[in-house]
């Protein structure tokens, strides 16, 4: 079992953290993806719309489906958690902006969202 703090131990650990401007921890807002709340509050702390803002993920169902709920242009990373739900199955409506293989791929697929 990961504990709550998990995901800040884990950007601490790999010295992440200052690679992000927003850093919206489900736990600390009790709320869950594909929950607007999670994304709002990202958005908010951005101070910018959700036109102007692109989510990785690679869960289309509750990260790509969430980002695109309130508006915001949403890539899917494929990974192997990805193959659960990709591809689209026939009753999902969920279609990513973009799809990427590779987190190297991010920067050149960011420009064009």
């Known amino acids: ?19 992000f401007d927003a850093i919206v921890i489900s736990a600390e807002i009790n709320k869950r993806k594909p929950s607007p709340e999670i994304f ?15 989510f990785v993920g690679d869960t289309p169902d509750t990260d790509i489906a969430g980002a695109q709920k ?3 242009k949403a890539i899917l ?11 689209i199955q ?17 920067p050149a697929v960011i420009e064009d969202c």
């Open 90 to 106: 026939p009753l999902r409506r969920v279609e990513p902006d973009k799809i990427i293989k590779s987190l190297k791929e991010l």
């Open 40 to 54: 709002q509050k990202a958005l908010t702390i951005l101070e910018t719309e959700p036109p102007k803002a692109c």
């Open 70 to 72: 309130v508006g915001m």
């Open 77 to 87: 990373a494929l990974r192997r958690t990805s193959t659960i739900d990709w591809p």
């Open 1 to 19: 079992m990961l504990s709550q703090n998990a995901p800040e131990n884990c950007l601490k650990k790999f010295k992440l953290k200052d690679f």
